[in-house]
């Protein structure tokens, strides 16, 4: 079993609203040192291994995990000892 | 004309775009499930606005992948008339039937009220019955409507005369204030505005009834024999 951490992140210069509010508040709080803030999402993939699991990962991504006109992903692969 | 509505677990623009058709347009339709849809038997396919599957993941994300899009995608490469308001267009986008992608408004607030468009091109099957340039009229009702589209996207929609309605008063941050786009071909319309919110003068605004009619043209001219 392999457990597959995916990032998402929006795409540089795709403008993000929900990071600017999040950075204004941030601000709010006294933290006058952010600058930016972009808001992605963070999702746990729970897979049986195969031999092209990286292929299949990126192809899941591609196809609906994130959306390749406005975002970005990554990931990372873990054992996942039982 | 025998029009399809697909309903998708969470539209709620159905009934509405079913009333626009049998009662505004007064033309066959069906509301079909979109698990035991057929659209074969179908002149024009309608996707309604809602939350198909609560905005899980994206807007349309999750309907995209539902077999029926197979369906969709068959009556489109056949040039039938393929209509998503709202929920709809966001669905058309994800699965790649129109180019781009939808993102929060700019100032991320669920928007609700009438918007005044430009009707930028009437050489469509969704637009002839419009005057070039004419304004009309038509509820808006989104959180994630504010179109977005590479340069190079944005200047092929320009080139090929995609772009079919704009906002004269850009609500929510549109790329190129964008409110409505065809494919290539010209026979899949996606749309934010809803058109079927605004099919009777009674309740105060008829600007959307002639989209429907338009497509009821076109399909007329295209299938009736003439003696």
């Not at chain 1, 403008?15 to 999402?41: H, I, M, W």
């Not at chain 1, 591609?62 to 990372?76: G, H, M, T």
């Not at chain 2, 009229?137 to 079919?164: S, T």
């Amino acid at each position: 079993m392999r457990k597959v951490k995916v990032y998402i992140t929006l795409k540089e210069g795709v403008l993000d609203p929900q990071g600017k509010a999040v950075k204004n508040s941030l601000n709010t709080l006294d933290y006058a040192n952010v600058n930016e803030v972009r808001v992605g999402k963070y999702m746990e993939v729970m897979m049986e291994d195969t031999e092209e699991l990286e292929a299949q990962v990126e192809e899941m991504c591609e196809k609906l995990l994130a959306n390749p006109v406005i975002e970005d992903y990554s990931y990372q692969i873990e054992e996942v000892i039982a | 004309m025998k029009f399809a509505v697909v309903v998708f677990p969470g539209s709620n623009c159905d009934r509405d775009m079913y009333h626009a058709i049998k009662d505004g347009l007064k033309e066959e339709v069906d509301l079909v499930w979109y698990q035991d849809a057929d659209l074969t038997e179908y002149d024009a396919v309608l996707l309604p606005g809602g939350f198909s599957y609560g905005d899980y993941l994206r807007s349309g994300a999750i309907a995209s992948t539902s077999n029926i899009v197979q369906q969709i995608k068959e009556a489109a490469a056949d040039k039938k008339p393929v209509l998503g308001v709202c929920n709809g267009f966001q669905v058309l986008l994800e699965s790649g039937l129109l180019p781009g992608a939808m993102l929060p408004n700019r100032d991320l607030k669920f928007m609700c009220h009438h918007e005044e468009l430009r009707v930028e091109n009437v050489e469509t099957m969704f637009s002839s019955e419009y005057q070039k340039g004419g304004l009309i009229q038509l509820p808006i009702a989104h959180g994630e409507g504010n179109y977005y589209c590479d340069e190079a996207v944005f200047q092929q929609l320009k080139d090929n005369e995609q772009i079919v309605f704009t906002y004269t008063n850009n609500p929510n941050g549109s790329t190129g204030d964008i409110a409505g786009i065809v494919n290539e071909s010209g026979n899949v319309l996606g749309m934010m505005p809803h058109p079927e919110r605004a099919v009777e003068s009674l309740l105060g605004n008829a600007d959307g009834l002639r989209l429907f009619q338009s497509i009821l043209m076109y399909w007329r001219n295209n299938h009736v024999i003439h003696a």
